[in-house]
């Protein structure tokens, strides 16, 4: 079937004028949306290949895709390999997409690939690398694959368009209107005339909408863009429906204009050439730095100007202004994570029950049990991700998620089982993994890994640092303790948090990898702590809580507040407070490896957790998740 | 007399054909040194400010410098502020200089730079940035202000061009045939026809060369460009002498042509031009990313070239090769900081010697004196940088060296004294930075600092890390314990050293700052660890070490060694072996505030330090001073 869908490609590539030597299928959608909606699914439909990140390339006689080490054995399942060649990017010896395309097309030919499909920053060094063998990079605006689905009689779903939720005030704790104004104030700064949005996340903050068009994220598919006396919002058949439109006058924004979501291209070619026609100077539009090639050369004008438009392309204003949460966003993402330790404090209570009971429970089994007790809280919307319920060996794929089909793993009771989980709801977003021994006798060796990545995160947890140091510089601390033995993981350590947005929110995280548009740490804003270790066919280990990050002075509530002796020469002192509320195994930290501090920190933790918990369950009338809580909030102490 | 300059710069700018609207001064050469020779101190002649960083704009009414945070003071002292603005750089309001370009140049403006003095790099942004307002960057080729200079009667001093001296591949491990054969086995991957270095301890490097065109950096004014069959070496008057000649020839380089240095504007133009003209595909030519704007456009020739010349404009190679120490290198590094810890081992028991019997030792007596002590080593050539000797408040300066001119500060008993000094070495380069105080009684707070500077230094040289991480990962390690109690420091933690070179080397560091270049951490490679604090108008501490990067397994003479238990999943695991031989002050150690594992750490690098000098001590019959190390090497303990 593959080879039909190839050859179909094929053909249309040769039919185009001029004829394409190769046609890039990148994994992406027109926003660069981490997740992809089914209509946007155009490389595994082409290639089986399902995994979550990939680029295929297809030529006249060859059809290869470039991905990474999470997915090297998924595909050789997956893949006609008769067809197709894996190229595994982690390796030092594969070629680059742009140095492969250099040296296997030659002088002349011409690459095609859908400019909505991918961003600019993207786009660039593909075409340098073309330019150098006299071959070039061409936008051809339908999308092949499309058109192939159609000739094949498999065309793609229709493209998810939901209704749209309105955000109350009291979750959001600015209205649309508030946070319009303060962009418009940034454009008066850089003199822009527009403003164009095109990351979901970055458009459902700004107008406080939610939606449910991609799985997770409660984003909509939609383009906004800012003006000086209007809002122009591209959306479905562009016809906004009275709760919206009453919404966001009720927020302070009067002038909206809905326009058809398909429309946008044409909408910024013709405000394009309305800007360059109007008044006597030179207009500048804003594009964020990760809108599409699509959208920057619509913006800059298809047709001649009377005035080139300036275009700036740089980190959205919404990307900043909603990486620093408000007072109001906190407390909701506080107080959500209470109501989520109390969901997966009573899971895990009821999985060791039933495992100790001699009850088979699966992986896919735990996961519905887990969002049974999580459907029990107040304003749970849904899973913010996938759950990764992994035991034994399946803890140790990073990105693992249970299959429903086929045969299903049990959670053993000899296992170490890691679970990664989190919950969206109205008042903040959760995202927090931890890793159990079902019968609580890991071996010494699972005990030693355990206690360093907790190690590890308290490093993190604990830490203190100069305001506007960059997450980058924390990730180390994490690792410390794995490193001094030889251990380590293959992830970052902190990726930020939306505010019942996207679980992963750019533009800061915690890695050795650089994260350019990062403006610096500061307070109100969310973390993911989360280091790890990974025994590859044996056990996973992953402890991550969210945090928040806090101004630490002498007088604070942290641990090392009252040795304070300055504040890096007025730059200020930050710190972290963690959200998540949800014991670690006690059973599975060796306290002879941790030092003083650390012990008395894991037994503050787990008095947090149980002095903020356990009034609930009481009044709840769980006793016996109290009890078990209880337990588990027993402290440490060394032999 | 600096206003009669400026105007005699102005009557020039307007002279030109178009008028410059503002001409730019860098302070650089055309080798983008960091030390840089009298004749390139045009920066300094024009605006009379001498800090080694800064760049001068003049406009027809305007004159400006942007300088960082080390000169503000300086800058005030010794420049007429009637003629001149300093723009205070790192201040977070202070425009960039193209910022202040954009908003007070107009439409149609030209501004004029030296090309010679500015990296592609700098170049580009500020072109941009002109360009947005219509205005435009051009090259001038003959130096305003050397013009200046001539017309007033002041020419600049001729450029040093001193004699060239071999070294002996006993000392350099590698042939500098060897070394061109890798290059071009290099240049062919790339399919280049000609690299061209410009950076001067490229060169040095690559010949086996060494001069003393520049203070401290044992380069020589050059340009050399590597071809397939013959390199060709732009120095002087183009005429090689045989002991040169003979060196290269015995060093495996047959075919060495000489030209004159100031022809290599014409002579990469010529070579454009005859590349474009031979064969029938296009040429490459290998630029390193840090060359000259002027060197990009002649490279890329003047006039209507047969066929485009494609550049490559990235980091060089030689930069890549002389960053990995060869065995004959590291030999020699490990040896010449035998001899360099005798020398301060002698030093400091002289000054303490002297100050306990009265004297009156100034800061520059000291330097004066430990210069004499290493002229006593072995293969010694010079210091490799200007010392820094800062008693009490001066030690807080981070860049301070002590000025023979006007009133001396004398060491005082009472004081915290850092010197920071270096040597150049036949086999090697030192540099080495021991805090002290006079008396051995320092008040609580700056023990407690200088241990926690210690504990950084211990966190860098004890720390295990994969194999190819690059230096930044490591830099939070060195400030863990200041951050702890809100203190820090303003500096990166450490750099790259040459091997009887530029005693600050690219392209790795360990700093917060990226390192863009670095290729990551290997074996073989040479770095300071130097964390350090500062109290303004009080003291300064710094301990600097520098270190060696080797491969650790269980079987190491490791501190970490025997714990390990993975390798990074095949990765590798790499350390650090600490080169310094002289001890830390005892008395300034809090051992309270140190674990077990950093007491005896100090412990073990003491008795190392005193089982290597002392036999050679001994030899020389030089007993006081052993009898002063043995007391510095006394084991600490807690109370």
């Not at 961003?119 to 340098?128: A, F, G, L, S, V």
């Not at 990760?290 to 004008?301: K, M, T, V, Y």
């Amino acid at each position: 079937m593959s080879l039909q869908r190839l050859q179909a490609l094929r053909a249309l590539m040769s039919s185009q004028r001029p004829v394409l030597a190769a046609y890039i299928i990148p994994t992406a959608d027109a926003h660069n949306s981490e997740y992809i909606d089914a209509a946007d699914a155009r490389r595994e439909w082409i290639s089986a290949f399902t995994g979550s990140a990939g680029t295929a390339v297809v030529t006249s006689s060859q059809a290869l895709v470039w991905t990474d080490g999470r997915y090297y054995t998924q595909f050789e399942r997956e893949v006609d390999l008769s067809a197709w060649t894996l190229m595994k990017q982690t390796l030092p010896d594969t070629p680059t997409l742009e140095k492969w395309l250099a040296s296997n097309l030659k002088d002349g030919d011409v690459v095609g690939v859908d400019p909505q499909t991918m961003t600019r920053d993207e786009w660039t060094p593909i075409q340098t690398a073309l330019k150098k063998i006299s071959a070039q990079l061409v936008p051809i605006s339908n999308n092949l694959v499309d058109d192939v689905r159609i000739e094949l009689g498999d065309p793609a779903p229709k493209r998810s368009h939901n209704e749209l939720a309105p955000l109350h005030v009291r979750y959001t704790g600015r209205t649309a209107g508030e946070k319009i104004a303060e962009l418009r104030r940034k454009m008066a700064e850089k003199k822009a005339s527009a403003l164009v949005l095109t990351a979901l996340d970055d458009i459902a903050y700004t107008l406080n909408l939610r939606g449910s068009d991609i799985e997770y994220n409660p984003v909509f598919f939609s383009y906004l863009i800012v003006m000086e006396t209007n809002v122009v919002l591209y959306w479905g058949d562009g016809q906004l429906p009275p709760s919206v439109t009453d919404h966001l006058r009720e927020e302070g924004v009067d002038s909206v204009e809905g326009k058809p979501y398909g429309d946008i291209l044409e909408g910024l070619k013709e405000m394009a050439r309305e800007l360059s026609e109007s008044g006597d100077g030179r207009h500048v539009i804003w594009l964020s730095n990760d809108a599409n090639e699509a959208i920057h050369r619509a913006a800059s004008g298809s047709d001649v100007l009377k005035r080139p438009i300036d275009l700036i392309s740089e980190v959205s204003p919404v990307k900043l202004a909603k990486l620093v949460k408000n007072e109001i966003e906190l407390q909701g993402f506080r107080n959500c994570h209470i109501k989520d330790g109390i969901a997966v404090v009573r899971f895990f209570r009821w999985l060791h029950d039933q495992i100790d009971g001699g009850e088979q429970i699966t992986e896919v089994q735990a996961s519905d049990k887990l969002l049974e007790f999580r459907r029990d809280e107040k304003d749970f919307m849904g899973p913010s991700f996938g759950t990764i319920a992994g035991s034994g060996a399946n803890g140790a794929i990073i990105h693992y998620s249970p299959d429903r089909e086929g045969q299903q793993t049990v959670i053993e009771r000899d296992h170490m089982f890691l679970l990664d989980s989190g919950g969206q709801y109205r008042d903040g977003t959760t995202d927090i993994t931890r890793t159990r021994h079902m019968s609580g006798n890991p071996t010494a060796e699972q005990r030693d890994a355990f206690t360093r990545v907790l190690k590890g995160q308290i490093m993190i947890g604990s830490a203190l640092f100069p305001k506007g140091v960059k997450g980058n510089v924390l990730d180390s601390f994490a690792r410390h303790a794995l490193w001094e033995v030889g251990l380590d993981y293959g992830h970052g350590t902190g990726h930020g948090v939306g505010h019942y947005l996207n679980v992963h929110e750019g533009p800061s995280g915690v890695s050795w990898r650089p994260y350019p548009d990062d403006p610096g740490l500061n307070v109100g804003q969310i973390l993911s702590n989360e280091p790890g270790f990974y025994k590859v066919g044996e056990y996973g280990i992953r402890h991550e809580d969210l945090i928040e990050i806090v101004a630490v002075d002498k007088g604070s509530d942290h641990p090392k507040a009252k040795n304070l002796r300055g504040d890096y020469d007025g730059r200020g002192v930050l710190g972290f407070s963690t959200l998540t509320l949800v014991p670690n195994q006690r059973e599975c930290i060796d306290a002879e490896i941790m030092t003083d501090f650390e012990i008395s920190y894991v037994n503050a933790y787990h008095r947090r957790v149980l002095d903020t918990l356990s009034p609930i369950l009481k009044e709840r009338g769980l006793l016996k998740d109290l009890e078990w809580l209880e337990g588990q909030c027993i402290p440490i102490t060394r032999k």
